[in-house]
């Protein structure tokens, strides 16, 4: 029932209009190719671990049952990127493409438009629905440590809701050493999730490691025009962040990077365990 929907909503609206293309060559650009959906029960486990045990978000994650009362269901859905905007974001492994630009400027408004869409259709047919990164409680916050000098010396980033997390409990697919989650379409991409009351067979967890898909051959690390990861941290959020910023202000209102996304082994799919 959902697939069906959110596969047609990625299928029709899923292009770049001339009132927002950045030039006439973007005209029509396909952002996203065909969704996978992941579901697992809103009681799983794994929820309770995140904010009890694992801390993730530094203890400010908030399980499904806290988003809806009658929660029983959580859908994780990862929209891949299409081939045309991954290949253009590898031509040049300093700054983003004009087609990533719009992926994850673009792409994200065509996200939470079909976000909304199936919430308001499981609401249609009695259901209870609420994503949490469209909701008015999600909350994204950036914290800062300091030494004993009082001097900067890391910015972390937390929020009430992980869509990554999710989608590995999801079964969708497990983190790399850039901290994206590899699926078998790969890691290109971007992923949503939904808390319902509507039932749903669990998918199953194919994996049982957190890193299980990745190979750690060190592709990412090298990818990175920032030095943002490496192996003994993985990926310093910090470094990152900083020049988002920088593309902020040059590319306003779009920004991006993805380096560690694009020219991989796991950019499309789940890769060799042998590679590299």
């Known amino acids: 029932m ?3 929907l959110i596969c047609d909503f990625v299928k029709q609206n899923s292009f770049i209009e001339k009132e927002s293309a950045i ?3 973007m005209i029509g650009l396909k952002i996203f190719d065909e969704p996978l959906i992941g579901y697992t029960s809103a009681n799983d486990e794994l929820f309770k671990k995140f904010k009890e045990e ?3 978000t530094y203890g400010n994650f908030m399980p499904p049952s806290e988003w809806l009362e009658n929660a029983k269901t959580v859908i994780s859905i990862f929209f891949p990127y299409t081939q045309k905007i991954k290949n253009s974001n590898a031509k040049d492994m300093k700054l983003p493409s004009n087609e990533w630009l719009h992926g994850r400027y673009e792409g994200q408004q065509i996200i939470d438009k079909c976000t909304e869409y199936i919430v308001n259709y499981l609401n249609i047919k009695g259901y209870s629905a609420v994503a949490p990164c469209i909701d008015k409680r999600f909350e994204s916050c950036v914290g800062t440590q300091l030494d004993t000098k009082e001097i900067l010396t890391n910015e ?5 809701w992980s869509e990554r997390h999710v989608a590995f409990a999801c079964g969708l697919g497990t983190f790399g050493l850039s901290k994206s989650i590899i699926t078998k379409k790969g890691m290109a991409g971007r992923f949503s999730s939904i808390i319902t009351s509507y039932s749903h067979i669990a998918t199953e967890r194919t994996y049982k490691d957190i890193y299980e898909y990745c190979t750690m051959c060190g592709k990412c690390i090298s990818n990175c025009p920032v030095n943002a990861i490496n192996y003994e941290e993985g990926k310093n959020h910090t470094n990152c962040s900083r020049f988002l910023d920088f ?6 209102p779009r920004y991006g990077c993805g ?3 694009v020219n991989l082994p796991c950019s499309d799919k789940i890769p060799n365990r042998f590679y590299g």
């Open 23 to 25: 030039n006439d060559s």
């Open 54 to 56: 694992y801390k993730i």
């Open 247 to 252: 593309t902020t202000v040059k590319y306003k």
């Open 2 to 4: 959902v697939e069906e």
């Open 259 to 261: 380096k560690c996304q």
């Open 156 to 160: 972390f980033y937390h929020s009430n």
